[in-house]
């Protein structure tokens, strides 16, 4: 009897290819985006972690220090109150004109120290040698092959274990290179130690101790904010997937009512029936989901670049190697389809389970009864923005930001069955034509049937407005920002710091204004923090970008006697005009003004440069701003690279290094352009499918209307004139849900994860640019439907008029 | 943890035996480190303190105890320095790399620990005013520049010291007034000794705490080059009689011949060099440790002083087994003398 | 003569010419009058009645309605066709579910061009329809239902109406009333009807009778 129900019930797809073909493509879709998005999140997370673990200090905790870094003198004491330590010292260093990240450590304490020898030994050199000069740089073999070309003083060791773009030395070495003779970044605690030691907090109440937990990957905590904006992107195309699904299961168990009655009063008993149809639905989940896999990993691969350039932009944070297939994301995309397939089916499978043997053929929910649900829908929408509102007021952070969009996105889709049908019933009203009037009046009939596409397509919309709006109000502050930075006309930079001070001299004699920009790099409550030294110019009062200040902060700070932070400095510690902050042990500076810097992850302040000196000397001399009269640009340029002998990319105009900045903005948002897309992609896709579905629910509401003398072709042109009325209807609701959308990405979440909060522009022209691409959507959905309709064989419509239906 | 990077820097401390020879009438090597002179005089406290022109040096500090309970305990302290280059310099540039050992023996038990560090940064050190030696929180401390009286401590993942030791003699100059020839072509190193402590304090073990008395013996050595081409490693011994009278011998084996060497220290501290070959030592038994095989038990001669003594170690598996490995441990002495004393043996692989 | 038809015969696909669903099937009827037609189950009377409403194409003899041979006419004239001259109401009523009463009605007839409001209020006058213009079908019962249907078709004030068993789906009271109404006032426009239908009684009190047996008209 099994083996008879079985196949009685799955010869339903035979008659309905393009059914099942929806079905599974509906349910891959959704298992595809979901699976890259998460195969693109754990690819950065085990990328972090590798780091970690190849820098050897996975499982360690570490001593950070609050203010500035760690004297080694300090750290001398930690070692002889019998704590194990490892000091690290960490910072940028150029050779020729290339920046590296040089982490210093002990060679004789550090973890990674085996490693290295064996590496050092395998070069047939001893791994002592790396602590005499001219010592020896350890990186990843592409890192390696840069540094060699780079600079030739210090031979480079290639050791594939360590993580890309970083070169680790001895102390000896990389304190010299960073000229940082006493000073170090933090401190790894060793794993063994002996016992009865007093408790660091006591000893060390200066320094934070970080557990390894959240010290294992400073990156991933970092870029946290990141992988949730990716996850939120993925779970957006996976309810959107499931919409797709939702109808087309309902539907395949609609046309199967004939027969479920038959085979239940042939005595097939319906817990049985119940199963077939679960371990139906559940055998295409499961096809369904590794085809969703298949094609995931393939949109991950390709997304993967386009990730790693947003990561690299904005958190310096490098995700190397290339995709694989983790055990983690594979079943977590399996068992999401699976779930993802019984929640889109529950509601048509539990109808079933309650189906009379005998029950009358199911009418769609229309009239009144749409309308009372139109209604319902629309008080738990509404509920459901209140709570998020409730949630954005009472509680702040990225999470917070999240739950709220969510709440909203949620919401919105809730309220749009009821704001469509009141904007159709106007529509109606307002019709003049009996086919127009038939038309609004059948749209707003179909809405039940088509309010989940819709809802898809409201959330795409508004997704794509909300974060096209984030992105271009940044692009323009951040272009806008620009041009207050970038106000000298030439950067140049010496080779040397013996250069610089001769470049500087001579551009003096030849009376142009130099501004210096030299810095010196610290820690602040254990972040990075560059304390930039600035030479008090005219042009810094007219031009830099503050967003609060005292009243003569320029005053101030030129005279050494303030500072100014930037903007994610002064979010992260709460600090404004008026804070003190600890630069440095024993340097303390009043904040005299903010200002906006986007794009750095990192906390930066600015000094006057007599003042930074004081504190700290010895401080690098090569980079210059130099102001020069716009047509004597070129000239000047030709001028010092005739004077002086160095690289041509060590000096850029003012729009080179503009466009640059540009350019790597820009392909920091690849990634949210990219996935936008997908996202509309699905939505239209959805759209299609419920369309198709409905397919053969419309004929008998057309056949009449045919009967009636309106044509085929009439009838198709209805068709699509209806997708777009309701495409239309939805994007104009999108408009606003994504300004809301654009508001707490701007207001709430960039705060919340990069530490700057941006001025939102508005930009009507891409909203047109997106409801013609909604129409467009609209019309190729409606396309398939529209072009069957209009060559169907009338023998199909008459059926519908034929008594024993 | 970090084994192959120490086991350089311990094969520097030990086996500088691939230096050239023949500089030694220059007074450097070819790397520039200096060499121990015949005509060189001890001074203290200067000598006490560090010799950074010379390639490795050493604070080696031996106790034989005996615990409140009644059972023999040994402790071992012991702070090496090996430079990577003659002198010293501030920071992370200093040339100078430290390791320490240290180890409480029993009669089933070796308990060892390792530390290592940079010399520049005070991790560790020695200094001489007052005197201290130090790496980590093990240190060996006095209240004045001279060694009279001075604070031990130590500590590993299973056992820690504190003790106090008072020299109850004059130190004793090794050789020829502290110039000791290591080999015939003459290698040599500068060694002196405070062999006379009296030791008290507690022993920290896995059972608990343990109040120890007992006796201590210290050894200063600093050369550049001490083992000749051809020796594989030594047997040395310090032993402390009954009688009070003391005995320090060692036998460097070599491929050439072994080299044997070794001070007669009487009772009232006056220390007299041994002829060449007039110490002897014979292994009797040979114990399995951790794999290799190695003479615990030992007999010993100075026919010139009526020495005739067996040497049998208080544990046989008094292994270091520190990235270098050795055997150090406490021993008795029984036959024509009897008494207590620490044997060290390097160079079983 | 307002329906023609003349040795019409169809094939549906697979039949051959013997086992053709109509095998030369002949009528006459004209304005005013009323045309039942029966036989069995199968017999091919729905076929021929959507022939004779422009519905579907036959392969050969001739349908005429009002004069205008259908054999010729694109879709789109056959098209117009059924929204100026030809009126159907089926067993199914088949109303817009989405449309009230009012425009239920009102829709054929607008879309035919010929909307007369005072026809159309007498017309739900005369069949009960007047309280209920503000309602939707799916609130209506069956017997009102098909009366909605009936007023639509008549709104035309079309030449030819075709019923397909229009009471098939109402108890025998409710089939008698609809009945009549539809027969008095298929008089009073002068229009011709063509009904479907397998009662007897129903048959009886038409002018003409057809039976189709085989295809055929027995
Ligand atoms: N579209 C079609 N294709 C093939 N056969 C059809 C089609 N429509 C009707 N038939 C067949 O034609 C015959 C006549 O049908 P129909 O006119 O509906 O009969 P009636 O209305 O007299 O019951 C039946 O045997 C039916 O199966
Ligand atoms: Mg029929």
């Known amino acids: 009897m099994k083996g008879a129900a079985l196949l009685a019930i799955l010869s339903h797809w035979r008659r309905h290819p393009l059914q099942l073909a929806t079905l599974i493509a509906g349910l891959a879709l959704a298992a595809g985006l979901w699976s890259a998005v998460q195969a693109i999140n754990a690819e950065a997370r085990a990328s972090y972690a590798r780091a970690a673990e190849q820098l050897g200090t996975a499982g360690l905790a570490r001593l950070i220090p609050e203010t500035g870094s760690i004297p080694i003198a300090r750290y001398a004491e930690l070692r002889r109150s019998g704590w194990r330590l490892a000091p690290v010292l960490e910072g940028v260093v150029s050779f020729d004109r290339q920046s590296f990240d040089i982490m210093g450590v002990d060679l004789l304490q550090h973890p990674q120290a085996p490693a290295l020898a064996e590496a050092a030994e395998a070069e047939s050199s001893t791994p002592l040698e790396a602590l005499r000069p001219p010592g020896r740089i350890f990186a990843h073999s592409e890192t390696a092959a840069l540094l060699s070309e780079a600079q030739q003083t210090h031979p480079v060791t290639r050791l594939a274990a360590l993580p890309r773009g970083i070169a680790m030395a001895d102390l000896s070495l990389a304190s010299q290179l960073l000229r940082r003779p006493d000073s170090l970044s933090y401190l790894l605690v060793l794993p063994e130690q002996t016992p009865g030691l007093a408790p660091l907090a006591e000893l060390a109440p200066e320094l934070t101790h970080l557990p390894a937990r959240a010290a294992a990957s400073d990156t991933g905590r970092l870029t946290d904010s990141f992988h949730l904006n990716l996850t939120a992107f993925g779970l957006l195309s996976f309810a959107v997937g499931l919409f797709i699904v939702q109808g087309t299961i309902a539907l395949s168990l609609e046309q199967r009512r004939g027969m479920i009655r038959t085979l239940r009063s042939l005595g097939v008993p319906m817990r049985l029936l119940s199963g077939l149809f679960i371990a139906e639905l559940a055998a295409i989940a499961l096809a369904a989901g590794i085809a969703g896999l298949a094609g995931g990993y393939l949109v991950a691969a390709a997304l993967l670049p386009g990730v790693n350039a947003t990561l690299a932009g904005l958190y310096g944070a490098s995700v190397d190697g290339s995709l694989s297939l983790r055990p983690g994301w594979v079943f977590s995309g399996l068992a999401m389809t699976l779930g993802g397939a019984f929640l889109a089916g529950a509601q048509s499978l539990f109808a079933l389970w309650r189906l009379p043997i005998l029950a009358a053929p199911a009418t769609l929910a229309r009239g009144q009864q749409a309308s009372r649900s139109h209604m319902f829908s629309a008080f738990c929408g509404a509920a459901s923005i209140a709570a998020g509102l409730i949630v954005l007021y009472f509680f702040q952070g990225l999470v917070a930001g999240f739950a709220f969009l969510g709440a909203l996105m949620l919401g919105a889709a809730l309220l749009l069955p009821l704001l469509i049908s009141a904007g159709l019933s106007v529509g109606a009203r307002m019709a003049k034509g009996a086919l127009a009037e038939w038309l609004w009046a059948d749209t707003r009939a179909q809405l039940p049937g088509m309010s989940l596409a819709l809802m898809a397509l409201l959330l795409a919309l508004a997704a794509n407005i909300g974060v096209g709006t984030m992105v271009s109000s940044f692009r323009l502050t951040f272009t806008g920002w620009l041009d207050q930075r970038l106000f000298a006309e030439v950067y140049v930079t010496a080779t040397s710091d013996a250069q610089g001070a001769e470049l500087a001299h001579w551009l003096e004699a030849q009376g142009i204004t130099v501004l210096s920009r030299r810095y010196h790099d610290t820690r602040f409550k254990g972040a990075p923090l560059r304390v930039y030294g600035f030479e008090d110019d005219e042009a810094y009062r007219s031009n830099w970008p503050l967003l609060d200040a005292s009243p003569d902060v320029w005053d101030q700070t030129a005279s050494g006697k303030a500072l100014l932070i930037n903007e994610q400095l002064a979010r992260r510690h709460k600090l404004a005009p008026g804070s003190i902050l600890e630069i440095k042990p024993g340097w303390r500076l009043p904040v005299a003004g903010v200002y906006s810097d986007y794009g750095n992850p990192n906390g930066q302040a600015m000094v006057s440069l007599p003042a930074l000196q004081k504190h700290v000397p010895s401080l690098p001399n090569r980079n210059f701003g130099l102001r020069a009269d716009p047509q004597e640009i070129t000239g000047l340029i030709k001028l010092i690279r005739q004077e002086f002998d160095f690289p041509r990319e060590n000096i850029t105009d003012q729009a080179t290094v503009k466009t640059r900045s540009l350019a790597v903005f820009d392909r920091t948002f690849v990634i949210t352009a990219a996935l936008n897309l997908l996202t509309l992609g699905v939505a239209g896709f959805a759209l299609l499918t419920s369309l198709l579905t409905l397919w053969s629910q419309r004929l008998p509401q057309l056949a009449p209307v045919w009967a009636m003398g309106v044509t085929r072709r009439q009838l198709a042109a209805a068709e699509v004139l209806r997708s777009l009325i309701l495409a239309a209807g939805t994007a104009v609701l999108a408009l606003p849900l994504g300004l809301v959308l654009a508001w707490v990405l701007l207001s709430v979440i960039n705060v919340a994860a990069f530490g700057w909060k941006l001025p939102m522009y508005l930009f009507p022209l891409d909203w047109l640019r997106l409801f013609m691409l909604a129409l467009l959507a609209a019309v190729i959905a409606a396309a398939l439907p529209a072009w069957r309709l209009s060559r169907i064989d009338p023998a199909d419509l008459l059926k519908v008029f034929a008594n024993e239906r | 943890m970090n084994a192959n990077i120490i086991l350089v820097a311990s094969s520097l401390i030990w086996a500088t035996a691939v230096q050239p020879q023949g500089y030694a009438g220059l007074g450097t090597d070819a790397e520039g480190f200096a060499i121990p002179k015949p005509d060189t005089r001890l001074t203290f406290p200067a000598d006490h303190g560090l010799h950074s022109d010379f390639r490795i040096e050493w604070w080696y500090l031996t106790a034989n105890l005996e615990g409140a309970d009644g059972a023999d305990y040994g402790i071992q302290w012991t702070l090496f320095r090996s430079a990577l280059a003659p002198g010293e310099a501030a920071g992370w540039q200093s040339p100078q790399i430290w390791m320490a050992h240290a180890a409480v023996t029993t009669k089933d038990k070796h308990l060892f620990a390792e530390r290592i560090a940079r010399g520049g940064v005070g991790q560790a050190g020695v200094q001489t005013h007052p005197f201290s030696a130090w790496i980590d929180n093990w240190q060996m401390r006095s209240a004045d520049e001279t060694l009279e009286e001075i604070s031990l401590s130590a500590s590993g993942m299973e056992f820690s010291y504190d003790l106090n030791l008072m020299a109850d003699g004059p130190l004793v100059l090794q050789g020829n007034a502290g110039y000791s020839v290591k080999s015939a072509s003459g290698q040599a190193s500068h060694y002196y000794s405070q062999p006379h402590y009296m030791v008290s304090g507690t022993l920290s073990l896995p059972d608990g705490p343990i109040d120890v008395t007992g006796h201590g013996w210290l050894d200063r050595e600093w050369s550049s080059q001490p083992l000749a081409e051809d020796q594989s490693g030594w047997d040395w011994f310090s032993l402390s009689f009954d009688s009070g009278e003391k005995l320090m011998g060692f036998v460097l084996r070599g491929a050439r011949g072994d080299f044997t060497s070794g001070t007669w220290i009487s009772a009232d501290g006056t220390a007299e060099p041994l002829a060449p070959g007039a110490f002897q030592a014979q292994p009797l038994n040979i114990s399995d440790v951790q794999g290799r095989e190695m003479p615990t038990h030992w007999h010993a001669s100075v026919p010139d002083k009526g020495v005739s003594v067996e040497i049998l170690a208080l544990n046989p598996q008094s292994w270091m087994g520190t990235s270098f490995s050795y055997w150090e441990g406490p021993v008795a002495v029984i036959g024509s003398h009897s008494g207590k004393g620490y044997l060290e043996m390097t160079g079983y692989e | ?218």
């Open chain 3, 1 to 218: 003569m307002v329906l023609t038809i003349r040795n019409v015969t169809k094939r549906f696909p697979g039949q051959t010419a013997k086992t053709a669903v109509l095998r030369g099937v002949s009528l006459n009827l004209e304005g005013g009058r009323s045309l039942a037609l029966t036989g069995e189950s199968g017999s091919g009377k729905s076929t021929l009645l959507h022939l004779a409403g422009a519905l579907d194409q036959f392969d050969s003899g001739e349908i005429e309605i009002d004069g205008t041979c259908l054999s010729g006419l694109s879709d789109s004239q056959r098209s117009a066709l059924r929204r100026r001259d030809v009126s159907l109401v089926f067993q199914q009523f088949n109303l817009i579910p989405s449309l009230n009463i009012s425009k239920n009605i009102a829709l054929h007839a607008r879309l035919g061009g010929g909307w007369d409001e005072g026809w159309v209020d007498r017309l739900a006058d005369r069949l009960g329809l007047s309280g209920l213009l503000q309602r939707y079908p799916e609130q209506l019962s069956g017997g009102q239902q098909q009366r909605v249907a009936i007023a639509r078709a008549l709104a035309v004030r079309p030449k030819l109406l075709l019923a397909d068993e229009p009471t098939g789906n109402l108890d025998e009271t409710a089939s008698a009333a609809v009945m009549e109404l539809m027969l008095e006032l298929v008089r009073e426009s002068g229009t011709a009807l063509f009904l479907v239908t397998h009662s007897e009684a129903i048959a009886g009190m038409l002018d003409q009778r057809l039976h189709l047996r085989h295809g055929m008209a027995a």
